[in-house]
């Protein structure tokens, strides 16, 4: 975390000064498993869960995505949708597929909120054999990768996050989750963990029914009533009045326009349990100072508890986007991803143990400097005095982890080492002398 360039074994040994040494055993580290890196988590899990009181219901966020390889022969690896395509063109590119569970750990009083890596998951897909092989092969195939669905191993991961808060006195501990439209589906919904709250993203056409008037005499009960309005035309209808909810987001606090209708169920989990259908009204907004008013898309959410207060359903909801900037954190500044492992034990350790010491460094740094603290060691670039003061960034803290070890390492004091200042602000002017330019026009 604390080098330079890409973050590679190889890397890792060169930051060590270890390259003229035997380097197996780093290897062997992450391809014969001797990482445990489930527990590393379940520690980071049980310091998130320190935050409140033991009545607070731990919020995560589960999204999934891709990391780049080239390499053909690195297990797992296979061409997949590039989330940054355009809408007009869907490109593919080259990578592994990964899941990941992150917590919401609460700062300030106004609702702000910070995500922290739980769990890591590399959801790969089987190989896909020849054309021309066996039927057996094929069908083995189609069996193999219908069980690794994404939304499977989501709902696994779910269940196994369930099972680690009972096994850890947390059972009366409700979870909160919330997930994208991917993962709001019949599979995900028909078998949720109890104790389970599901926050997702619907799409606008989907269908949902009132309770029945009244039951049969005779017969099977039914299930659904008459069929209510679509989350697009519960948007236009005007005879239902908006509701101001303020929910905390992008820096502050805004006031949101939600439409609600519940109790309603839908056939995705086959009419189980009660849902609630929220429409919220984009919030107008400005991309420059001088730019005409602009509105991004509405939000359809379901709630699988129909009692959840409005505010909270919505606010948990919007820190879900946090978990965004942890995957832009992790590949950019942590590459993750980048070491050159192929084995399927590797490709799952060593990203994995990336992502927990991202965890620890944020949960270190939400221990130590609280919701709005920054590291003060060294001095922000003038260009930063305009923007307002918000939390630590990960590069502002792995500056103050280089700066911790280096200066115990070399022990020496940086004290005040970024503070000092030329009084003369001009930057240096190069002067090319005679002899270079002779040089270069006789080369």
């Known amino acids: 975390m604390a080098g330079f360039g890409r973050h590679t074994i190889t890397g890792l040994l060169r930051n060590q000064n270890r390259t003229q040494l035997d380097w197996t055993a780093d290897y062997r580290l992450y391809t014969e498993s001797r990482l445990e890196v489930e527990k590393i988590f379940g520690h980071v899990r049980t310091e998130v869960e320190q935050d409140g009181g033991p009545d607070r219901p731990l919020v995560v966020a589960m999204d999934d995505s891709i990391l780049r390889k080239t390499g053909r022969h690195i297990f797992g690896s296979g061409y997949r949708r590039d989330p940054l395509s355009p809408p007009f063109q869907v490109n593919l590119v080259r990578g592994l597929r990964i899941l990941q569970i992150s917590a919401a750990v609460r700062q300030g009083s106004e609702g702000a909120a910070r995500l922290i890596p739980i769990d890591f998951q590399h959801a790969a897909l089987p190989a896909k054999p020849h054309p021309r092989a066996a039927p057996e092969l094929q069908e083995a195939y189609r069996l193999e990768r219908a069980a690794r669905n994404i939304n499977l191993v989501g709902r696994e991961r779910l269940a196994c996050l369930r099972r680690q808060l009972d096994e850890s006195g947390s059972a009366a501990r409700r979870l909160i989750a919330t997930v994208d439209g991917r993962f709001t589906n019949s599979t995900v919904l028909r078998q949720l963990p109890e104790r389970t709250v599901l926050v997702g993203r619907v799409r606008k056409d989907s269908a949902f029914y009132y309770p029945p008037a009244s039951q049969p005499e005779r017969g099977r009960k039914r299930k659904y009533g008459s069929r209510c309005p679509t989350p697009e035309a519960l948007l236009k209808d005007q005879t239902v009045p908006w509701q101001t909810v303020k929910a905390y987001a992008a820096g502050q606090v805004y006031e949101f326009k939600v439409k609600t209708l519940g109790p309603v169920y839908t056939a995705m989990d086959k ?25 991004r898309e509405p939000a359809y959410l379901i709630c699988t508890d129909p009692d959840l207060p409005l505010q909270e359903l919505l606010q948990v909801y919007l820190w879900r986007w946090d978990i965004e900037v942890n995957f832009r954190d992790e590949k950019t500044i942590l590459g993750v991803g980048q070491a050159q492992v192929r084995s399927e034990a590797a490709n799952q350790n060593a990203p994995a143990l990336a992502v927990a010491s991202y965890a620890m460094l944020l949960l270190a740094s939400v221990k130590t400097y609280g919701a709005e603290g920054k590291p003060d060691t060294f001095q922000s670039p003038r260009w930063y005095q305009r923007k307002p003061e918000q939390r ?51 080369k």
């Not at 009660?274 to 509105?295: G, I």
């Not at 982890?401 to 030329?422: H, P, V």
Request: net charge positive; glycine share 4%; hydrophobic share 35%.
């Open 271 to 295: 009419g189980q349990r009660a849902l609630r259908l929220v429409v919220v009204e984009p919030v107008p907004y400005r991309p420059t100072k001088h730019s005409k008013l602009q509105r």
């Open 392 to 442: 630590a960034t990960t590069n502002e803290l792995i500056n103050q982890l280089r700066w911790e070890l280096w200066s115990a390492t070399l022990k020496t004091n940086f004290t005040g080492f970024s503070q000092i200042t030329d009084a003369d602000q001009n930057g240096i002017k190069c002067d090319h002398p005679l002899q270079s330019a002779i040089f270069l026009s006789i």
